[in-house]
């Protein structure tokens, strides 16, 4: 089956073969995948010539999805010759893809025109595993609830480990002032000077950001708090951060930022 004709540009026509192309279609093996698991988009074009190669066929660009394999294989026969093109993918982020078709230009022997054949697009759907499938409208309302879930729990932990934080932090701030006898009269009230502020003021500043407005910036400004907590530098990342922390109550709080900060995008 052919998707499109299209004229291509006439300079072109000297340095292209006549064909008769009968067919040229692109399938997917698998609709949806999980991320990290391949699977195989295959090119088929059926001409009525006997032909070595067809080396017009232009596969589509697969974008960041990684090529394992590429195997060409030409049959011919009587009725003329078929080429499949098989790719093997692999992706290692969820999403949807739509691969553009694939074409090639020839002169076609039934009109005598510089023609470009192109196949149908083909859509792939790659997602987390164990998460429920994105097709359909039960499948979508399934993700949306398990978001939803996920997502106040995360906060509800992230609550919890930071409140812990900062009560264990003013504890070991608090310093006994030493009681002065009275002489003579009353001695006077000594009022502490405000103690420094440290990483994790910063980190208990940042959550009550964080729970008054829950947009994308303050969840960015509360995962940038615990991540200078932890003493990582700009441009750090989770596993940076966690190398050097040993506080398991920050662990946890890094690790459900992060979560709540990049979890997959279903869509």
Do not use: C
């Amino acid at each position: 089956m052919l998707a499109a004709l299209a004229v291509a540009v006439p300079s072109r026509a000297q340095s292209l073969r006549t064909l008769h192309v009968d067919a040229l279609t692109m399938r997917a093996d698998h609709a949806r995948v999980d991320v990290g698991q391949t699977f195989h988009l295959a090119i088929e074009v059926r001409v009525r010539e006997r032909v070595a190669a067809l080396d017009e066929l232009v596969i589509p660009d697969v974008g960041t999805m990684q090529i394992l394999g590429d195997e060409r294989r030409v049959t011919a026969g009587p009725a003329g010759t078929t080429v499949v093109e098989t790719l093997t993918l692999q992706s290692s982020l969820a999403g949807t893809y739509t691969f553009a078709p694939a074409y090639l230009d020839a002169v076609d022997a039934k009109t005598h025109k510089p023609s470009r054949f192109s196949s149908n697009p083909v859509r792939v759907v790659v997602g987390i595993p164990g998460v429920a499938s994105a097709y359909g409208l039960g499948g979508l309302l399934a993700a949306a609830k398990w978001l939803a879930l996920a997502a106040v729990a995360i906060v509800a932990v992230i609550a919890v480990i930071v409140a812990t934080i900062v009560a264990v932090s003013i504890v070991r701030s608090r310093v006994p002032q030493p009681v002065r006898a009275a002489v003579r009269a009353p001695a006077p009230i000594m009022t502490p000077p405000p103690a420094a502020r440290t990483p994790r003021d910063a980190v208990a500043d940042a959550l009550r950001a964080y729970r008054t407005s829950p947009a994308d910036g303050a969840l960015l400004g509360l995962r940038g708090a615990l991540f200078t907590a932890a003493g990582s530098t700009p441009g750090a990342t989770l596993r940076d951060a966690l190398a050097t922390v040993s506080d398991q109550t920050l662990r946890a709080a890094l690790v459900a930022a992060e979560r709540a900060a990049f979890g997959p995008a279903i869509q």
